[in-house]
Nanobody
Framework: QVTLVESGGGLVQAGGSLSLSCAAS????????MGWFRQAPGKEREFVAA?????NYANSVKGRFTISRNNAKNTVTLQMNDLKPEDTAVYFC???????????????WGQGTQVTVSS
């Protein structure tokens, strides 16, 4: 069993930066795929970034967002730079024992944290 808790959301102006953190509990964290997803009102949950032994990003965030992990602390971080109003959404942390990028493939989810980017 893995429990995920996100933190770091908030309100920021366009062009600004935010760092989201996800704290995970449970064993074998280092071998899990950790992902970030987001969901805006009225839209489906969409992939943002994932990391296991390598990383993958949605085209919409490449060059602006960076996912990283600290296996010793059981944390994964999403550094978001040059934020845009269209980045506004609830951001979710997710974990899966194997490589995954689709929401349906992830076994564990956090409760989400709101990110709002004003223009």
């Amino acid at each position: 069993q893995v429990t995920l808790v996100e933190s770091g959301g908030g309100l920021v102006q366009a062009g600004g930066s935010l760092s989201l953190s996800c704290a995970a509990s449970g064993r074998s964290f280092g071998s899990y795929t950790m992902g970030w997803f987001r969901q805006a009102p009225g839209k489906e949950r969409e992939f943002v970034a994932a990391i296991r032994y390598y990383t993958n990003y949605a085209n919409s965030v490449k060059g602006r967002f960076t996912i990283s992990r600290n296996n010793a602390k059981n944390t994964v971080t999403l550094q978001m730079n040059d934020l845009k109003p269209e980045d506004t959404a609830v951001y979710f942390c997710a974990a899966n024992p194997h490589w995954a990028v689709e929401p349906s493939e992830f076994a564990y989810w956090g409760q989400g944290t709101q990110v709002t980017v004003s223009s």
